[in-house]
Nanobody, 124 residues
Framework: QVQLVESGGGLVQPGGSLRLSCAAS????????IGWFRQAPGKEREGVSC????????YYGDSVKGRFTISRNNYKNTVYLQMNSLKPEDTAVYYC?????????????????WGQGTQVTVSS
């Protein structure tokens, strides 16, 4: 059963922090890489980060490197996206998704099953 449940979106001031969560079933967590994507109004969908299912290998998009950190909790079957130093241009709907292949350079990852999305708004 493919289940991805997101939480953690909300309103935050520029320079602030927010942590998104993506809870998955044990099967998904054990066997599928997970990616985070975002889409802002009028902009194309953008890959943010991904993490592999076994070793926890991570990749980041250029726009978030040094500010965002993806991680996983093996006991909770949950993937997190810690977002620091947030900017107004980070405002978007954020989605987690299983990947059809491995986690690799962000431009190459391909999502297949999606979570519901969570709104992140960075504004003063």
């Amino acid at each position: 059963q493919v289940q991805l449940v997101e939480s953690g979106g909300g309103l935050v001031q520029p320079g602030g922090s927010l942590r998104l969560s993506c809870a998955a079933s044990a099967f998904i967590f054990d066997y599928r890489a997970i990616g985070w994507f975002r889409q802002a109004p009028g902009k194309e969908r953008e890959g943010v980060s991904c993490i592999s299912s076994r070793l926890g290998t991570t990749y980041y998009g250029d726009s978030v490197k040094g500010r965002f950190t993806i991680s996983r909790n093996n006991y909770k079957n949950t993937v997190y996206l810690q977002m620091n130093s947030l900017k107004p241009e980070d405002t978007a709907v954020y989605y987690c998704a299983t990947l059809s292949g491995p986690c690799g350079p962000i431009a190459t990852i391909i999502p297949d099953y999606w979570g519901q999305g969570t709104q992140v708004t960075v504004s003063s």
